[in-house]
């Protein structure tokens, strides 16, 4: 599955100078590097999702278990799951169905306030965890072989950098 901003044949520098002729307010170098950076995210993006699949899983669904996994007692609210991953209260609502489905969480109401729900993950979603993440791990340290330790560092910080950019010129 291909993102929509996935970019393939990127435009040559010859073709940004006259795109420049016609829009002299642009600067090529910080084009060039966006649309590069574009892409990349693109490639990467691309490549997550092929992983993820084969697991029958996605980057959303193995979030929430991250979450949960990494919670004592292995268990959070819907709402609290939500808030940590910066989402909707839907979009928790429709991973945890699927999850769910999976048996990877368990929904348990509270005795106490049959309104309560805290959200279990399973012993069957952590041996799910433990077989793809050791393949994740492995496959981003692949992907990062052509960098250097203090080039993975400075890339960390630029793209710090941009991201904070990115928070000023449009905050969420």
């Given amino acids: 599955m ?7 044949n990127l435009p040559r520098r010859e073709i940004l100078e006259k795109v420049r002729a016609l829009y002299p307010a642009m600067d090529i170098d910080a ?4 649309m590069a ?13 092929a992983q993820l699949s084969r697991h029958g899983t996605s980057q959303g669904r193995v979030r929430v278990m991250i ?10 609210s819907p709402c609290e799951l939500a808030q940590r991953m910066a989402v909707s209260p839907a979009t928790i609502t429709g991973l945890l169905d699927g999850l769910e489905r999976g048996r990877m969480v368990r929904r348990e109401r509270s005795s106490k306030d049959r309104r309560s729900v ?8 952590i041996r799910s965890l433990d077989r793809l993440m050791p393949e994740r791990f492995r496959l981003v340290s692949r992907l990062m072989t052509p960098l250097s330790v203090s080039e993975r560092a400075t ?15 449009a905050p969420s």
Wanted: net charge positive; proline share 4%; with cysteine.
């Fill in 2 to 8: 291909h993102h929509p901003f996935f970019l393939k």
């Fill in 31 to 34: 084009f060039e590097c966006y």
């Fill in 37 to 49: 950076l574009l892409e990349v995210a693109g490639e990467l993006l691309s490549v997550n999702e």
């Fill in 67 to 76: 979450h949960l996994h990494r919670t004592p007692g292995k268990c959070l």
């Fill in 118 to 125: 805290r959200v279990r993950l399973t012993a069957q979603g």
């Fill in 155 to 169: 890339l960390v910080r630029l793209l710090n950098s941009i991201s904070a950019k990115l928070k000023e010129i």
